[in-house]
C-alpha cells in the first residue's frame, strides 16, 4: 500500500513553510496526495494554492482543531482538469518527457484531450504512471528544460539558435542523402523516388515557414512582450491571425512527416542496406525528433504565451 507523504508544518521555519508545502506539492505526481498538519487552520495557504497553481488540487479536511489540523492536499489526476495533451506538457516538463518516450504526440496532436491520447497511442493509464514515476526520479541534471518558466522572448531565441538552426543546417543534409540513395536504388526499392520528393517538399515548406516567424511572427511577439512599450497594438500584424496560420502549417509539416514514415514504413531499413541508405534513415529520425520538440515548443508554450500577452491592457505585463 502506498504511503502517502506527510508534513509537520510546526516542525519548518515559519518563513519557509509554505515554500516547502509548495515544493512538494510540486513534486507530487497526478493524482497524488500529501497531508499537512498544523497547530492552526492552514486556510491561507489555500488560497495562495489556488493563486499560484490554480484548480490543479483537493483540499480536504482530515482534523479540523482545536489544537490539531490535518489536510489532504492532492494534485488532480490530468483526466479530472479536462486539459490537452499540449496544455499538460507545456505546465508539467515530467508529463511532456512521458509523453515523448511513449510516442503521445503532444505536438501536432497537442489538442486531444489525455483519454484520447493514450488511446490513439495505445498507451494504457498503468504504463503512463510507470513512466512517470522514472522520470521523476532522475537526477535534476537529466530533468528536461523548464521551457513554460521562460520569458517568450528567450524561448524564440532558443528556439532560432536550436531549432532553426538545426534544420537550416540539416536540410540540406537529408535533401542530398534521400536523392541519393533514389538515383542509386530506386530500380529494386521505387518508394525511395516518393520519399525523395516527401522530403524536398517538407523542407521547402519549412524554409519558407522559417522566414514567416522569424521575420514577421516573432518580431512581432517579442514586441508585444516588450511591456515597456505602449506602441504595439499600432503596427503589430493580428497574432491570432498568424499565429493560427503557422499551427496549420505546423499541422502540414506532421503530416509530411507521417506521410514519410509510411512511405519508408517506419524507416525500416532493406537487407543489405548501404551506409548511406542507413545514415538517411537515421537523420530522418534525428530530424522528425527534432521538429517534434520545436513544433511543441511554439504550439503549446510560445503561442499561448504571447496569445495571453496580447490579451493584456497594453503596458502590462501577465
Known amino acids: 500500500m502506498e504511503t502517502i507523504p506527510a508534513i509537520n508544518v510546526t516542525l519548518i ?7 516547502t508545502i509548495f ?6 505526481l497526478p493524482g497524488r496526495e ?7 487552520d492552514p486556510k491561507p495557504l489555500y488560497y495562495q494554492l489556488l493563486g499560484e497553481r490554480g484548480d490543479t488540487f483537493t483540499w480536504k479536511y482530515l482534523q479540523e482543531g482545536p489544537e490539531n489540523w490535518q489536510v489532504k492536499i492532492a494534485k488532480r489526476a490530468m483526466e479530472d482538469k479536462e486539459e490537452t495533451v499540449g496544455q499538460i506538457a507545456s505546465k508539467d516538463i515530467r508529463m511532456a518527457d512521458a509523453f515523448r518516450k511513449l510516442g503521445i504526440d503532444f505536438c501536432c496532436g497537442g489538442k486531444r484531450k489525455l483519454k484520447d491520447a493514450l488511446r490513439h497511442a495505445g498507451v494504457t493509464p498503468e504504463q503512463l504512471e510507470e513512466t512517470l514515476i522514472a522520470a521523476a526520479t532522475l537526477p535534476a541534471a537529466q530533468q528536461p528544460l523548464n521551457f513554460a518558466a521562460w520569458q517568450p522572448g528567450f524561448l524564440i531565441d532558443y ?3 536550436v531549432h532553426h538552426r538545426y534544420i537550416l543546417e540539416n536540410g540540406p543534409i537529408i535533401e542530398g542523402l534521400a536523392s541519393k540513395v533514389a538515383s542509386r536504388h530506386a530500380d ?10 516527401q522530403v524536398q517538399q517538407l523542407l521547402s515548406d519549412l524554409y519558407s515557414h522559417l522566414e514567416k516567424e522569424e521575420g514577421i511572427v516573432f518580431p ?5 512582450a516588450n511591456t515597456a512599450s505602449n506602441e504595439y497594438a499600432q503596427d503589430a500584424p493580428d497574432l491570432n491571425l498568424v499565429v493560427g496560420l503557422m499551427e496549420a502549417e505546423h ?3 506532421g503530416d509530411d512527416l507521417k506521410r514519410i514514415r509510411e512511405i519508408s514504413s517506419n524507416y525500416h531499413l532493406p537487407q543489405g542496406a548501404c551506409n548511406s541508405y542507413t545514415y538517411l534513415f537515421e537523420k530522418l529520425k534525428e530530424f522528425e525528433n527534432d521538429l517534434f520538440n520545436h513544433i511543441h515548443l511554439e504550439n503549446n508554450i510560445l503561442f499561448p504565451k504571447a496569445l495571453e500577452i496580447g490579451r493584456q491592457p497594453q503596458g502590462q505585463a501577465v
Not at 13 to 19: D, F, G, I, K, T
Not at 23 to 28: G, I, Q, T, V, Y
Not at 34 to 40: A, C, Q, S, T, W
Open 34 to 40: 500529501l497531508i499537512i498538519f498544523n497547530d492552526h
Open 23 to 28: 515544493k512538494h506539492f510540486d513534486e507530487l
Open 188 to 197: 529494386r526499392h521505387p518508394e525511395l523516388l516518393a520519399l525523395s520528393e
Open 220 to 224: 512581432a511577439i517579442k514586441q508585444i
Open 159 to 161: 528556439i532560432v539558435n
Open 251 to 253: 499541422a502540414s509539416a
Open 13 to 19: 521555519e515559519p518563513r519557509l513553510r509554505h515554500a
